[in-house]
């Protein structure tokens, strides 16, 4: 009864915000930047301070319109999404994912998001950044499994994203052998390319990882046992870390994240 | 003294609580969520903030009253059991264990829970998530071993929580190795089967751990005795981290911890 | 000067804070509690907040004779020991050590003493926990070692608090190689029985550690010796991790811890 | 259209920041502190405290012209150079880079940094140090690999800070074998060369790491595929630490960062 | 400018705190207290918290005036140095170096020192202790080492602390093993003798280190050598921990120290 009333209260906010978005440029092109290489993805994890829950309903509500207003702007050029993390990941509370072909767009908007009534409001707590790449290995693969990798995988609503640090042996290892060992990867994941979609970012120099591994799936169970299987395979003898820390959250559209920060 | 006529206070308050709680929803089939597979578990456990201990008596009964209601709504969907931490762990107070089929359930009980007034007290300090499954090795092990582990264990006061990371070794190993080196390990745990009640929970991909294992006992000592054999047998030499954080705290029902919240 | 009126100030609050005490029950068989295996005893490093240095003079001397009322209170149950850190270990100000027959009491004493005025200024930083054992060894040394064992050893003001974590390795050697080391490490020690007193505590699955040792002594030249003298010996290889945090203080009775805090 | 608003604000403001600047002292030899051996390159990255933004227009711009000054100030002894972390860097939100022939101008300048009103809400989270020195081993270099090395590299907007730890065998190691190991470094690394500038501080000492490296770079891209080629050669396998943390920002005049802290 | 009349006002002030330095009483044995064995040496790194740059100037006074009150007080028992670290530490603004035939007057004058109106505003970051004693292998070295020993060195104004942890492997060499790697050791540092003053506290025990290194010289880059001549011995591969924290500073007579303190 408590939660519907807020619930109410709301759904006029958003109707509001509706408003906001009508009047927003046309998107950056979405398709091209989430599946091109060369493109830079970067995944921002934020806690919201203690003091935001206190402010009363209308500042959030006038502070939340501003956010949408900042991320509309962005769209143009940025492809930005939303996930929510509180409950599921320690110390962060909300992730973005922003897509660009020039990391200082990305920053732009960072900053203005930080600047923005509701960012003050917010601790940075994971900033990963990688580069999108023509697949390394996969050239060489076999016709038919090249052929599994091209059908579509389902989505969310669940998302984790893992850093993973290869050790000094992996890089010293010669072309070929580590292509053969990514073949063994792929063919053990293959089972659940259909359940859990993947998105590979190459990270190495541009922070303390060598990749960011996104995830996104319907099935958690299914997810397990894919990393499961990934454990297996000896590439994964050359994970100088995993995870440590990895996030794990569910897709929300901006208005779905604004009605839980409006709560 | 002092302690006494707070407590006599506390007496009064539990009674408005139990009015609130007259009116809830049937709880969730606890039982098949407590024992089925394929149950994820979620394990959070908060750190109070200052505050807390500095707002007036009433507020306090109050927030606690929302608190209740928050958890009562939710026993439909979820089983939601709590736990002292204070004084027997670091840097923690409560500890939340929630079994839901869906995490995105946990995740938005958990969402409610902050966004009450209590909750907003609330620091996220450790968040374990694991999926229980049917056994993997107990089906190849003797019928004498098997009928054992069918006898009911004791439980509480005492509930510990320790994460495990088994190294890159272990999931190279085939599966026939593993499962020798199980029958192993719980032949070794098999005399503590009656004091100590063992879960185990699934984590690999969904946390940095591997398993989150929980365990309930009134005989810590029995306890001890039963992670002393564990660390005799030879799987115990794939633990790449055992605990770190290990959480120590005592089984309390809601009503308890709203006892001690209330002081 | 200043400080020689400020300590005029306290000695009045002490008189004030004995009548309170005059009242309380009967302590625990303390020297049973000290001395008798099966005990739990609890390491609590407590940091105080800014808060409390800019309270006014009476409202500390109020909380701290509330703080001495909460104390007394559990000494019929527990053996409470109270230390001065601050200004010898990081992060932390004062430590409490508590020995009880059952965690929960000791738990409950905690929850106590942080709902109180003072414990609501308390962070807590560190929690060791350990149960005291019948000597594993000992029954098959030698009987001149035996005997010397037996002497009495000399205590404070210093004590100091080392958590060791042994490696796989340890736990996997059989019993009398375990017994042969552990032998080497008593004669190691032997020359410092005397002027350092040490307790040990078995810590394993209840924390992140496998032993609790606490050392008192007058000479810490001699403390340091000793430690010395048993990194050198065998059975040293085997830790894992020694210290991280070590805790470093002097032994204040609760009165003298008063007067400090009151400061 | 907010942010238009905001940006015609800062225009004014910077005007007057303007006038203040025509006043400073003539800059320090900036190209000698830059390109000569002897001296001293520190990095302090600053996070910025939530109360910084709550402060209203005129107060900040007040502080930041104060800040102009203080840099401005120090321009006679010191070259002074300033990135923006935020949205590309954990936990940091400024970058300052200082060259100086002795540290205690270096520091002279960060406290009074820290103890204008603009300092006052920055924290220090990282501090890196480092000495320039004449090649060690590139005398020792083919004649045409020389030659190659003193091609101009083109500059920024990107700068990323890397610092590394070698191993004990790494300085274990006779000269010679270390020569011809940092050849093959330095032969990898050539093909980018033009696109990335480097400049390489010797910090071993004077911190926990042995080195401090700086990349500056338009293209991200080519920046990430020199730091694969080094990976590859042997002389990483005795990184012992690599980045943790790396610094990931963008170059910013001054007065460009004075516009995005005035927001 | 500005600057300049922040340092007249602190001019007038440094003479009133003269006055107060007049009256207290004859300084402890310093140069006993530093050059004999047996004496304990404490390293404290303190962080000054925000409150204190916004206390207005008088008040910030009247508190540096205690803070010299409780220093002088001490100076009869104990030989106390003070440093800048602001700057060119992380996470640390001062730090304080106590040396005392007994730790527990250190304590006391720490307790103090905290307890003081401008000790309200620092909070402990690192404690390092270490005990002197009569060089270990010294005496078995060949006449001429001896000799050149015993030459003076230059002092500051730069200060490095570098604590160090010795692997188990060191502990288990028997004592002429060590000895040798010592000399190594030691003719490879002679040739900075003369620049760079060193002294040696050994902490084992006392704390998670076994030596603290303090060096103090004009000439940071002559340390860096004998830095890296240390790395090449053999006995530096026993290191297990070097630095982490490394303090970096430069020595501030108390006087100055408030100087800093008072802008």
Redesign the interface.
Known sequence: M??NSLRGGIACVLFVLGCVTASTAPAADRDKLLSEP?V?G?F?AFRI??DW??LDHPTRIAHLT?LK??VE?YREKLAIDTY?L??????ADLLVRVHATE??D???????L??SPFG?HLT????F?G?TKKANYVPGFPDNLKNDLKAASESG??A?V?PIRKD?DW??LPQEKRAAMMQEHTEAALPYHKTVKRKLY?A?????FDFITYFETAK??E??S???SL??V?E??H?RRF????L???VRSLDQLIE?LA?
Chains 1, 2, 3, 4, 5 share one sequence.
Request: aromatic residues 6%; positive net charge.
């Open positions: 408590i939660m060369g830079y970067t921002v301070d203690a829950g206190k501003v207003g900042v702007q929510l509180r409950g599921l990941s320690e110390h990391l200082k990305t920053q732009q908007f960072l900053v203005d930080q600047a003050k940075t707590v994971v900033v950044h580069l609503p669940y984790i893992i000094a890089w010293a190459h190495t120099g541009l922070e303390d958690l169970d997810f397990q894919l990393i499961l454990n297996k000896k994964a003898r994970n995870g440590n820390p990895t794990v959250g569910t839980v709560q």
